[in-house]
Nanobody, 124 residues
C-alpha cells in the first residue's frame, strides 16, 4: 500500500516561514512527478509547485520568489519551503505524487496519489 504523509503545517504570522515535508512509503517501484497543491475554504484545489525526478520545477505565479520546492529521491521525500507567508496562503496543503507501485492490482503502472493534507494558517 503506497501512502503519502505530510507534516509541517502550522499557524504562523504574516511574513513568517514554514517548511512542509511529504514522505512516500510502501512498495514503490518509481516516483516521477511530485508536487504540492492547496485548497482554501470555498475555493478549488490549485497547484502550488511541482518537481520532476530530474529536479525541474514549476510554480504558480502567486508563490514565485517566496516558495521553493525540492526533493530527496533517496528518501522519497518532497519539501516545500514557504517564506514571506501571506494570509492568502492560508489553506490545506496536499502532497501529490505520480508513483508506480510494486504491488497491487496495477503493479509498475504509474498512478496518482494524494496525501491527507496539512493545515497552514497565516494570521496575526
Amino acid at each position: 500500500q503506497v501512502q503519502l504523509v505530510e507534516s509541517g503545517g502550522d499557524l504562523v504570522q504574516p511574513g513568517g516561514s514554514l517548511r512542509l515535508s511529504c514522505v512516500a512509503s510502501g512498495s514503490i517501484y518509481r516516483i516521477t512527478l511530485m508536487g504540492w497543491y492547496r485548497q482554501a475554504p470555498e475555493k478549488q484545489r490549485e497547484s502550488v509547485a511541482t518537481i520532476t525526478s530530474a529536479g525541474n520545477t514549476n510554480y504558480t505565479d502567486s508563490v514565485k520568489g517566496r516558495f521553493t520546492i525540492s526533493r530527496d529521491n533517496a528518501k522519497k521525500t518532497v519539501y516545500l519551503q514557504m517564506n514571506s507567508l501571506k494570509p492568502e496562503d492560508t489553506a490545506v496543503y496536499y502532497c501529490n505524487a505520480i508513483i508506480a507501485p510494486l504491488m497491487g492490482p496495477n503493479p509498475y503502472r504509474y498512478q496518482n496519489y494524494w496525501g491527507q493534507g496539512t493545515q497552514v494558517t497565516v494570521s496575526s
